[in-house]
Each structure stands twice: as structure tokens, then as C-alpha cells.
């Protein structure tokens, strides 16, 4: 598949040793292991801990849902002889009348860049490498990308800078696994639309 996509249909996106492709019921087993570890969970905004059962499931299902908002990659080693899942990747579309961190951009989709991954691939290059390719591949055609961090996960904010996104600016949001919000870096990236080409 290209990066070409429709709603239902998301790209496979191909990276050095590893792919980015779309949730599987199969890789529940995987992502509740990793992202239920407390160390994964309090860097995002999102991952309860400990997570509930059914969490995983019922994740894997929004993220197959042709009425996302967010699409979702596994970080898949395989090509590598490495685990199907050492991370998950996902964009979600920014509706900026809903959300004032980010600006409004008349020239085209605007999406939010996420991702995690296991400790285990902590400082090996695997999630500076994973958002390169999906910003190289641009799935969702997205004029700008933004990307918001913890500001006490300065290792998140350096795979950001190292794929070319500028500080914006700082913000505060919640996080489910610490129950409160937390203050937080903005980084933005503008891209080229295919559809300038």
C-alpha cells in the first residue's frame, strides 16, 4: 500500500530494520505488556495505570474504526528478527476549534504526532527513527505536524528536534497516569502537501 490512504486503509510504511503498519487484534498481547508498564504509561497523556482489562481491546478497535480520528501504527521489528510491536506511532487530526495549543492553519490538515515505545528500545534510535519515517512518508497528507511532551521527558523532546520539529511553545495537559496536568513542550513541523506538487 502507499502512503495513499482512505479512512478505513491506513499506509505501510517502511522503515531501516522495522515497518510502521496498522493495529492488529494480535498485538494486544504486546502493547498491554509495554504500555502497562508504569515507565511508558506516565509519559503519555492517554495510557491508564494499571490499565483496566479490556483497555487493550478496546484501543486496538478504536484505532481499526473507519470514524477515527487518530490513526495508529505498530512499530513492527520483524524485518529485523525484532518483536512485532516495539512501539506504537499514531497522528491524530487537529480540530483547532477544539483545541487552542495549536494554531489555526488555513493552508491544510494539521495532525499530532505520539509515540512510545518499550523501554527495552529506550535510547537505541527506535523512536527518533519511526517518527522520520512517518514524517518522510506524510500518510494523512498534513500541511504541519505538532508534538507535545512532558517537559521532565527532555529524551521524547530530542527525538522531535532530531526530526526537524521547532519549539512552539509550552502548555499544560492531563495525564491519565498521574492523575493531573502536567506541564508540557509544543513542537511544530511545517510539511509539504503532495497536493502542491
Same mark, same amino acid.
Given at each position: !500500500?502507499? *502512503?495513499?490512504?482512505? !479512512?478505513?486503509?491506513?499506509?505501510?510504511?517502511?522503515?531501516?530494520?522495522?515497518?510502521?503498519?496498522?493495529? =492488529?487484534?494480535?498485538?494486544? #498481547?504486546?502493547? =498491554?505488556?509495554?504500555? #502497562?508498564?508504569?515507565?511508558?504509561?506516565?509519559?503519555?497523556?492517554?495510557?491508564?495505570?494499571?490499565?483496566?482489562? %479490556?483497555?487493550?481491546?478496546?484501543?486496538?478497535?478504536?484505532?481499526?474504526?473507519?470514524?477515527?480520528?487518530?490513526?495508529?501504527?505498530?512499530?513492527? #521489528?520483524? *524485518?529485523?528478527?525484532?518483536?512485532?510491536? !516495539? %512501539?506504537?506511532?499514531?497522528?491524530?487530526?487537529?480540530?483547532?476549534?477544539?483545541?487552542? =495549543?495549536? *494554531?489555526?492553519?488555513?493552508? #491544510?490538515?494539521?495532525?499530532?504526532?505520539? +509515540?512510545?515505545?518499550?523501554?527495552?528500545?529506550?535510547?537505541?534510535?527506535?523512536?527518533?527513527?519511526?517518527?522520520?519515517? !512517518?514524517?518522510?512518508?506524510?500518510?494523512?497528507?498534513?500541511?504541519?505536524?505538532?508534538?507535545?511532551?512532558?517537559?521532565?521527558?527532555?529524551?521524547?523532546?530530542?527525538?522531535?528536534?532530531?526530526?526537524?520539529?521547532? +519549539?512552539?511553545?509550552?502548555?499544560?495537559?492531563?495525564?491519565?497516569?498521574?492523575?493531573?496536568?502536567?506541564?508540557?513542550?509544543? +513542537?511544530?513541523?511545517?510539511?509539504?502537501?503532495?497536493?502542491?506538487?
Amino acid at each position: !500500500m502507499t *502512503p495513499d490512504q482512505t !479512512m478505513d486503509k491506513q499506509a505501510v510504511i517502511a522503515g531501516e530494520g522495522f515497518v510502521l503498519r496498522p493495529l =492488529r487484534a494480535s498485538d494486544a #498481547g504486546l502493547i =498491554r505488556l509495554n504500555a #502497562g508498564d508504569e515507565r511508558v504509561a506516565r509519559m503519555t497523556r492517554s495510557v491508564p495505570h494499571p490499565l483496566p482489562p %479490556g483497555a487493550t481491546e478496546d484501543f486496538i478497535r478504536r484505532a481499526q474504526s473507519p470514524n477515527r480520528d487518530e490513526d495508529v501504527w505498530a512499530i513492527d #521489528g520483524t *524485518p529485523s528478527d525484532r518483536p512485532e510491536v !516495539m %512501539g506504537l506511532i499514531g497522528l491524530t487530526r487537529i480540530d483547532t476549534s477544539r483545541d487552542s =495549543r495549536f *494554531p489555526p492553519s488555513p493552508e #491544510g490538515l494539521q495532525a499530532e504526532i505520539s +509515540y512510545w515505545v518499550a523501554p527495552v528500545w529506550w535510547n537505541t534510535g527506535v523512536a527518533s527513527a519511526a517518527v522520520a519515517a !512517518m514524517v518522510a512518508a506524510n500518510p494523512l497528507d498534513c500541511r504541519t505536524l505538532f508534538g507535545t511532551v512532558f517537559q521532565d521527558n527532555p529524551a521524547s523532546a530530542r527525538v522531535l528536534t532530531n526530526c526537524g520539529f521547532q +519549539y512552539l511553545g509550552d502548555a499544560e495537559v492531563f495525564s491519565v497516569a498521574r492523575g493531573g496536568t502536567l506541564p508540557t513542550w509544543t +513542537y511544530s513541523l511545517a510539511l509539504k502537501s503532495r497536493k502542491q506538487d
